[in-house]
């Protein structure tokens, strides 16, 4: 089965660190584009970061740039998250989704599919 995997959210008070991990089975992430997104109460599901297969190009939302760091690493076949200097605005549900081949050509969610279950991100003030 091709499945990925979120993991590594939590509570966490601003100004604090999270590193969220994408675990993918049944496919190589060599293969397509990665992208995180979330989803905040009440409020439609938007890009944070998205990575090509060959991370050769990059995408972060104008609110993360600067604190998110998007990577991945093929021996383990997983992409990462780094989120550093947190604020409650970054508080919601983060999920993982395979883009629609090797390149980054969109952060639309609706052209991203095989999405993983999702991990809470809480940011308190």
């Known amino acids: 089965d091709v499945q990925l995997q979120a993991s590594g959210g939590g509570l966490v008070q601003a100004g604090g660190s999270l590193r969220l991990s994408c675990a993918a089975s049944?496919?190589?992430?060599?293969?397509?584009?990665v992208g995180w997104f979330r989803q905040a109460p009440g409020k439609e599901r938007e890009a944070v970061s998205c990575?090509?297969?060959?991370?050769?190009?990059?995408y972060y939302a104008d609110s993360v740039k600067g604190r998110f760091t998007i990577s991945s690493d093929s021996a383990k076949n997983s992409v990462y998250l780094q989120m550093n200097t947190l604020k409650p605005e970054d508080t919601g549900v983060y999920y993982c989704?395979?883009?629609?081949?090797?390149?980054?050509?969109?952060?639309?969610?609706?052209?991203?599919?095989?999405w993983g279950q999702g991990t809470l991100v809480t940011v308190s003030s």
């Open positions: 990575i090509s297969s060959s991370e050769d190009n990059t």
């Open positions: 989704a395979l883009g629609p081949g090797r390149r980054l050509v969109t952060t639309s969610p609706h052209e991203y599919n095989t």
């Open positions: 049944g496919f190589s992430i060599d293969d397509y584009a």
